[in-house]
């Protein structure tokens, strides 16, 4: 039975260790709360750090923690010495992409033995984990510090069904594209079945860097890899809303409640929570409320700012330094509009006990949340849950996660100071009505989008996405299906093989010309023409010229222009259609418009064909010149017998009457008595060629895709890899 895998990077139980005795405390997180439903199941693992500097732990101590892990908790710990933990997380994980991702570029440190340290700790992961996977596990990764994890995941079972979800926003590919190691990473999540992300526009940037750096074909949501579609979805991460609604009945919320009210007179409140981070815009928000004070006199003495920030990475320089302006600007702003009696900015350098802190949310007439950026931020949900009331009113910044569904907040540019003060007079005035108006309709929705549902809906949808894959037609050629191939080949007295060229035998190139047959190529094909039992025939869609010079020297049938041109061995080119190309004199002005509009296109001029390429162009672009030129095309060609193709990053113009399928036809009809047949290609005008093929043929598509091929391997070097072997 296939079970269920949670992989962070910190387990959901705290372990402390005084004079040789083990204390354990589940952790309150939200992660945690979010799984525990799941994580209670009987067949869910999670693996983890415990926390713990793997060095100091005693030796005595270390089989006992693991097995008290494992039987009470269902945890896996994965052991972390005090080099790890500077080198990985305090090192490439908080100091290069923490600040990326949270646009904080110049605070970003390139480092490759960061990196190094990185690469290692995830396969540590992998590592533990591969000793306890079985065939059709689930695995759920969790954050940035674990990118690389998925495909190490898959490269090792390929059965394996892989969620990855981002905690933290995905940058613009601007941003992204100063990374050293971008391929690395984006190829790691590709090992992903489901990668989530809070917002759409973090969802957006990550397929732009799919697109842009990997050149993956990305449409939608999705996109292709090897032989499997990745999803990419949004999946707004939500708190435990039953928790907090309810827990302002408690007995010691309310004396929390009551005694706070004491300490603030009686004053309006505007609360703010965060931890301690440079991406909380802690400074500007302080200057905000110096300006608010500036220019609204008459609020002295009547509105109390309670700040409190959580203490973290104190042995971090950075972060001590931003402590000491948070201090210093504190103390400014008191000193400038304090009195003997009142203190403006009440500020609290210590974590809160949530009993306290939901005595606070239902103190607060205002919640002020102003990060620089944030992937989500979940205070300010906890804040609105917090007031059954539905009283008090939320400020949020532009820039959290949570803005995309807390619309009906006061969203503000953290930047903008005199914005921010504005609507801190906007809050504080609010009526009641307004306030229980907005606050409602949040309500609602964080109800329905709680911690539970994020969790649930996320696991369906890879559930989903499983069966997708599964669903596919075509059937991946490897194991048993490889052998059955292999054997079918080898007994075969006659075979006729139909080779496509580009993205099949070759990988793509930028510039097509440059794409040409290898050293290795050349032995396969040697290897292969020498065996008296193959009858071969390139198929390709080059020109005449291109297949004669690189491929007359083999013993092979040539078939150019997508089936128009045949030529044997030895012999003269003969045209299987009689076609013409007066058309080009019309089709080629429009295809060359775009092209000046479009940097990086270009034309391949055939001849019974037109070509636009745009491998070189930025994919945002090109996809948008694409459909109009595609649009615009169809509409020029209606009454016209022309076909307009899309192949891999190329549209082409050609006559209707021309076609793969037909230009293999007389081979078929030539040799049918030949019990081994084989087609391969990897776009659309190969369908052409598996369409005629009967049922017992067989036919290989290069890539995902739909496709009529009865197999599919990942790409060409997975191919040369199977003609290696039938070679061998």
């Not at 032995?523 to 009858?535: A, C, H, M, R, V």
């Not at 745009?614 to 509409?635: A, G, K, Q, V, W």
């Amino acid at each position: 039975m296939s079970k269920t895998i949670i992989v962070s990077n910190r387990l959901p139980v705290n372990i402390t260790i005084e004079q040789d005795k083990v204390y354990y405390k589940e952790s309150i997180g939200g992660l945690a709360t979010g799984l525990k439903s799941f994580h209670e199941d009987g067949n869910t693992l999670w693996v983890g750090w415990d926390g713990l500097d793997c060095e100091d732990v005693p030796e005595n101590l270390k089989m006992p923690i693991y097995n008290e892990l494992q039987s009470q908790y269902n945890c896996i710990p994965v052991e972390l010495s005090s080099d790890d933990i500077n080198d990985y997380y305090l090192g490439f994980c908080n100091k290069t992409i923490w600040p990326l991702f949270h646009y904080f570029q110049n605070t970003t440190v390139f480092d490759p033995h960061l990196w190094n340290a990185y690469k290692q700790v995830n396969n540590k992961f992998f590592e533990e984990i591969k000793k306890i996977i079985k065939k059709n596990d689930t695995i759920w990764i969790h954050d940035y510090q674990l990118f690389l994890l998925p495909e190490l995941l898959r490269n090792h079972d390929s059965t394996l069904t892989i969620g990855f979800f981002l905690h933290i926003p995905f940058p613009s590919y601007e941003l992204f594209r100063q990374l050293p190691w971008r391929e690395e990473i984006l190829w790691g999540l590709t090992g992903s079945d489901l990668i989530g992300f809070h917002t759409f526009d973090y969802a957006r940037h990550f397929i732009s860097s799919i697109r842009r750096v990997l050149s993956l074909d990305a449409k939608g949501q999705s996109f292709y890899h090897k032989d499997r579609t990745v999803l990419v979805d949004v999946f707004p991460m939500g708190i435990d809303y039953k928790k907090f609604n309810t827990a302002i009945n408690e007995k010691d919320i309310l004396h929390a409640n009551n005694e706070y009210a004491m300490k603030t007179r009686g004053n309006q409140v505007v609360l703010s929570v965060d931890r301690l981070d440079y991406t909380k815009g802690i400074p500007e928000r302080i200057k905000a409320v110096d300006l608010f004070f500036t220019e609204n006199s008459d609020y002295l003495e009547k509105v109390s700012f309670i700040m409190i920030v959580a203490p973290s990475r104190s042995d971090v320089d950075t972060y001590n330094m931003l402590l000491k302006e948070i201090e210093e600007l504190v103390s400014h702003t008191n000193g400038k509009h304090g009195t003997i009696g009142w203190t403006p900015i009440m500020f609290f350098y210590k974590p809160f006990p949530f009993e306290e802190l939901v005595s606070l949310y239902n103190l607060a007439d205002v919640l002020l949340v102003t990060p620089l950026r944030d992937g989500m931020n979940l205070v300010a949900k906890e804040y609105i849950a917090s007031r059954p009331d539905k009283l008090g009113t939320l400020i949020l910044s532009e820039t959290a996660g949570a803005a995309t569904e807390l619309g009906e907040a006061l969203i503000v540019n953290p930047n903008d100071l005199q914005m921010i003060s504005h609507q801190l007079k906007v809050a504080l005035e609010m009526p009641k009505r307004e306030q229980i108006e907005r606050n409602s309709i949040l309500h609602k929705r964080l109800e329905r989008y709680n911690i539970f549902f994020w969790a649930s809906e996320f696991m369906r949808k890879l559930r989903s996405i499983h069966l997708r894959q599964t669903s596919i037609k075509s059937i991946l050629l490897k194991d048993q299906e490889e052998i059955n191939f292999i054997k079918a080949y080898k007994s075969a007295e006659k075979r006729l093989i139909f080779f496509d060229y580009d993205g099949t035998l070759v990988m793509f190139n930028n510039s097509p010309s440059k794409a040409v047959p290898d050293l290795e190529l050349k032995q396969i094909l040697t290897k292969l023409t020498e065996d008296p039992k193959n009858i071969i025939s390139i198929v390709s869609g080059r020109q005449k010229e291109f297949l004669e010079e690189h491929f007359n020297s083999f013993n092979v049938n040539l078939i150019a222009n997508h089936g128009l041109s045949f030529k044997e061995q030895n012999k003269e080119w003969i045209e299987t259609e009689i076609v013409h190309n007066d058309w080009q004199k019309e089709i080629r002005p429009i295809i060359q418009m775009f092209t000046d509009n479009t940097p990086g296109s270009f034309i391949e001029e055939k001849t019974f064909s037109l070509a636009w390429h745009y491998r070189r162009c930025d994919p945002d672009l090109s996809s948008l010149r694409l459909n109009d030129l595609r649009e615009t095309l169809l509409d020029l060609t209606r009454t016209m017998n022309l076909t307009i193709m899309d192949g891999n990053k190329v549209l082409e113009v050609k006559d209707s009457s021309v076609n793969k399928g037909k230009g293999i036809q007389s081979m078929l009809i030539h040799h049918t008595d030949v019990p081994f047949v084989l087609a391969v290609g990897d776009d659309h005008t190969d369908e052409d060629m598996f369409h005629i093929l009967s049922e017992k043929d067989y036919s290989i598509k290069i890539g995902t895709g739909k496709t009529e091929a009865r197999f599919h391997l990942p790409d060409p070097s997975s191919f040369r890899a199977l003609l290696n072997k039938i070679i061998e």
